[in-house]
């Protein structure tokens, strides 16, 4: 028996089970070491192939990765199993004469006997490699039920994700837009309800990507739907409340407070899938379009002031945008920004 291959078998076994159970069940763990790396370098090659960002091609991105993992799962933990079993040149044998099966019949062996799919040509010899056997099924069957679980709950936080942006965007493609249409004369109208709403929202939406970090790989094929731009709107019309408009007219600090929060909890995802700050710092909001309908609002020297107490949060936001090949926004008209 080799005992080297044997234990590589054994480990390579392990570790995927891991990984598999890590990924889809701990939900404070994250994505296990290698699958984070793995959804990380799918995406950045296609940012590589596709230099001119074309999203309609991106938006492949995430439905391939999610089925790349899975089916990179199943082979390293099929491949691990086989090499446990090549170790042994008696764990198989064929009934019929009594030969013992090359690799490739041990590959076809371990491939059945995962997927229950028949008895095959080949039987497992003593009581250790018949238990070995009824392991490798019941692997087998856990890890496919496992990755059809963890691939529903995916696409279920993907709908939540796309729905957070379409809702945010709809209300304006930049900050100042969306302040505008919420100016009633007097006051922010229905903000707070909104900003309630959002808020919970994306609450929901920061622990499922904590429990899938996967999702930072799911591109929209539009900018209305592209949650990355969603948050840079809805975190710069916050900045422009809190820091250039006027005290009276600002909604409740305890809902505004709540909001920004909520955006600050999403960032903190972003450390999952390895997209750091930008090197630059987005431009600022314009106050005039606020100032010319109306809206009370500071000098420019002190918003710049308390604008510019933001760059780091900003500078995160926009590597967040890069990194989901966006441009900052304003959102233009027909979903390119």
């Known amino acids: ?22 990924t889809a069940l701990w939900i404070d763990g994250n994505s296990a070491p290698f699958t984070s790396r793995l959804t990380t370098w799918i995406w950045k090659t296609f940012r590589l192939v596709d230099r001119s960002n074309h999203h309609r091609f991106l938006s492949l991105s995430g439905p391939l990765t999610l089925f790349i993992t899975v089916v990179i799962w199943v082979l390293l933990l099929g491949l691990g199993w086989t090499l446990m079993f090549q170790a042994d040149p008696g764990s198989l044998v064929n009934p019929k004469d009594n030969t013992a099966p090359d690799f490739a ?22 009581f250790l490699w018949q238990l070995i056997s009824s392991f490798v099924g019941f692997t087998g069957m856990s890890i496919v039920t496992l990755s059809i679980t963890y691939i529903l709950q995916v696409l279920s936080a993907v709908v939540n994700k796309r729905t957070f942006a379409a809702e945010v965007l709809s209300i304006g493609k930049s900050a100042e837009e969306m ?43 539009r900018g209305e739907k592209s949650s990355a731009v969603a948050l840079a709107v809805l975190d710069d019309a916050l900045s422009m409340i809190a820091c250039g408009i006027r005290k009276e007219c600002q909604p409740a600090p305890t809902i505004l407070l709540a909001a920004r929060q909520s955006v600050r909890g999403h960032l903190d995802t972003l450390e999952t899938a390895f997209i750091k700050p930008a090197n630059s710092i987005p431009a600022s909001p314009d106050l005039s379009r606020l100032r010319e309908a109306g ?6 020297k002190e918003f710049n ?19 989901a090949a966006w441009h ?10």
């Open 179 to 221: 302040l505008l249409a919420q100016w009633d004369g007097k006051g922010f109208g229905q903000i707070e309800l909104q900003l309630n709403t959002w808020s919970s929202q994306l609450s929901k939406l920061t622990e499922q990507t904590l429990s899938y970090p996967i999702l930072h790989y799911y591109h929209a094929a």
């Open 328 to 337: 900052w926004p304003p959102l233009k008209e027909d979903g390119q920004s």
């Open 295 to 300: 809206i009370p609002v500071v000098d420019e």
């Open 105 to 126: 019949g041990v590959i076809w062996y371990v491939a059945y006997t995962m997927f229950t799919v028949g008895n095959g040509d080949f039987s497992p010899q003593g």
């Open 305 to 323: 002031h308390n604008i510019n107490q933001l760059q780091d949060r900003r500078k995160l936001l926009l590597g967040m945008i890069q990194n």
């Open 1 to 22: 028996m080799n005992l080297w291959l044997l234990l590589l078998g054994f480990i390579l076994v392990i570790w995927i089970l891991i990984e598999a159970l890590w």
